[in-house]
């Protein structure tokens, strides 16, 4: 018998360094997820202070998750009941790291740091461990935006015995890079689930600014690649989906 669980995932408009709002927004959506029994949610890419590839701004932006600062964060969160994966920029010393947290009521269960990185992206550092977490069952493991491209990141994750990926993403690109790209993320990321036999959700920021334009996508595809469920481009929503493990 095939166990059953609602994973969520949100398309939001890029916001660049307003943590505040970033965190009135990931409330909003998480609450709203939960109420439709959601168990697990994922926000973008950096989301919580804002994607760059600019070092003053990624080291002023950026938080060690030993800090007072991020604590408060952990604490304004104990009130949501899904699991919430955050992208965020993370600093260890005078290292940056483009990573995602996995929290639970407050609690944070483990950071996975970026192991590729893509060419624009070398003032970060690295990660070397591509940790697994559950929920209610489900094990899953994270891939960060860029590294959908490469076979090997998905497939390190399916070796844990995962049977989901978690993606946030930041696709905000010069119009002409974005347009070529719209319709290629998602047969990317199928083609890594058929690889893998694995499930992927991923979450993506939507909007124009600085002359840059992102469409999404955020999207649910199933073990056979098939595009499940998606927000329409250009638009901020909700995606909700009830998947089978």
């Given at each position: 018998?095939?166990?059953?669980?609602?994973?969520?995932?949100?398309?939001?408009?890029?916001?660049?360094?307003?943590?505040?709002?970033?965190l009135t927004k990931i409330k909003e959506y998480a609450t709203q997820a939960s109420e439709q029994g959601a168990a697990l949610i994922c926000f973008p890419e950096s989301y919580l202070q804002g994607y760059t590839t600019k070092e003053i701004l990624a080291r002023?932006?950026?938080?060690?998750?030993?800090?007072?600062?991020?604590?408060?964060?952990?604490?304004?969160?104990?009130?949501?009941?899904?699991?919430?994966?955050?992208?965020?920029?993370?600093?260890?010393?005078?290292?940056?790291?483009?990573?995602?947290?996995?929290?639970?009521?407050?609690?944070?269960?483990?950071?996975?740091?970026?192991?590729?990185?893509?060419?624009?992206?070398?003032?970060?550092?690295?990660?070397?461990?591509?940790?697994?977490?559950?929920?209610?069952?489900?094990?899953?493991?994270?891939?960060?935006?860029?590294?959908?491209?490469?076979?090997?990141?998905?497939?390190?994750?399916?070796?844990?015995?995962?049977?989901?990926?978690?993606?946030?993403?930041?696709?905000?690109?010069?119009?002409?890079?974005?347009?070529?790209?719209?319709?290629?993320?998602?047969?990317?990321?199928?083609?890594?689930?058929?690889?893998?036999?694995?499930?992927?959700?991923?979450?993506?920021?939507?909007?124009?600014?600085?002359?840059?334009?992102?469409?999404?996508?955020?999207?649910?595809?199933?073990?056979?690649?098939?595009?499940?469920?998606?927000?329409?481009?250009?638009?901020?929503?909700?995606?909700?989906?009830?998947?089978?493990?």
């Open positions: 018998m095939k166990n059953r669980i609602t994973v969520a995932a949100c398309q939001l408009f890029d916001v660049q360094n307003d943590r505040e709002q970033s002023e932006r950026a938080l060690d998750i030993s800090s007072d600062r991020f604590t408060d964060i952990l604490k304004r969160l104990e009130s949501l009941q899904p699991t919430l994966v955050i992208g965020f920029i993370e600093k260890a010393g005078t290292q940056l790291f483009i990573s995602a947290a996995v929290v639970r009521q407050g609690t944070l269960l483990g950071c996975y740091r970026k192991t590729r990185l893509a060419p624009g992206e070398r003032l970060f550092d690295p990660g070397t461990e591509t940790p697994t977490f559950e929920v209610e069952g489900l094990r899953f493991g994270v891939n960060i935006c860029y590294e959908l491209n490469l076979p090997e990141c998905a497939a390190t994750i399916a070796s844990q015995q995962a049977q989901l990926m978690v993606c946030p993403c930041y696709n905000m690109l010069h119009p002409e890079n974005a347009e070529v790209w719209k319709h290629r993320h998602n047969a990317i990321r199928a083609e890594r689930t058929r690889e893998t036999g694995l499930w992927l959700i991923s979450a993506d920021v939507t909007g124009a600014r600085d002359g840059q334009i992102a469409y999404g996508p955020t999207a649910l595809i199933d073990p056979d690649g098939t595009v499940v469920a998606q927000v329409p481009l250009m638009e901020e929503g909700l995606l909700l989906q009830e998947i089978t493990f």
